[in-house]
C-alpha cells in the first residue's frame, strides 16, 4: 500500500458547484496533513494545514479522519482559477525527512 | 516576512555538463532545507535535505550533490548530466517543527540535451 493516496482525476467540475477529493494515508502514527494546490509549471503552494477538529478557510474546508486515515479538501463555490492539481502532504516521522507527498488530483473547473 | 529565492528559472544544458542550482532563504534563521524533483507528470521526489550548515542527507542515490555553505544557502551539483536529470527543481525550506509546512522557491526547469 503506497504511504499516500489521491485519486488522480482529473475531476470535471462546472463552476460553481461543490467538489471534494480524498487523501488515503497509511502510517496511523502521522502527525501532521497539509493540502497544497499546484498550477501547471508551477510550485505547489500551501492551501491550508490540516487540524483534527477540521478547519475552513472562505471556500474551502478540510477534514482529518484518524480512524479511517484520510484527510478531505472540499470546495465551495468553485471558481475557474480553482483548476489546478491538489496536492495531500503527510508528516509521518519526526525528522526533516518525515513529509510524504500523494501524487495530487486534477481539478478542472468548467465555465 | 520569509522568502525564498531560486535560480535559475530556466535551464537547458547539454548532457555531460556541469549544473549548479541555488537556493538562498531571507527572514529566517536555521531552517530545513531540501531539493525535491518533479518529473514531467509525475510526484514530488525527495532528492536531499539539511538541518544545518554542512549536514546534508541524501534520499536517491544518483548522479547529482548537494551542499549547505551556509546557514540559508542550499546548491544542487552534478558534475555530469544525463538526460534522465531533466526535470522541475524545486527548492523548499521549513522549520524544525512537526506542524510547520514545507514552502518553496518558484523552481528550476531544467532540459537536459
Known sequence: RKEVEQDPGPFNVPEGATVAFNCTYS??????FFWYRQDCRKEPKLLMSV???GNEDGRFTAQLN????Y???????????????YLCVVRSGGGA???TFGKGTHLIIQP | SQTIHQW??????PVGSPLSLECTVEGTSNPNLYWYRQAAGR????LFYSVGIGQISSEVPQNLSASRPQDRQFILSSKKLLLSDSGFYLCAW?????NSPLHFGNGTRLTVT
Open chain 1, 51 to 53: 487540524y483534527s477538529s
Open chain 2, 43 to 46: 510526484g514530488l521526489q525527495l
Open chain 1, 97 to 99: 525527512d518525515g513529509l
Open chain 2, 94 to 98: 521549513n522549520r524544525d517543527k512537526y
Open chain 1, 66 to 69: 484518524r480512524a479511517s486515515q
Open chain 2, 8 to 13: 535559475p528559472a530556466t535551464l537547458v544544458q
Open chain 1, 71 to 85: 484527510i478531505s479538501l472540499l470546495i465551495r463555490d468553485s471558481k475557474l482559477s480553482d483548476s489546478a492539481t
Open chain 1, 27 to 32: 502510517n496511523s502514527a502521522s502527525q501532521s
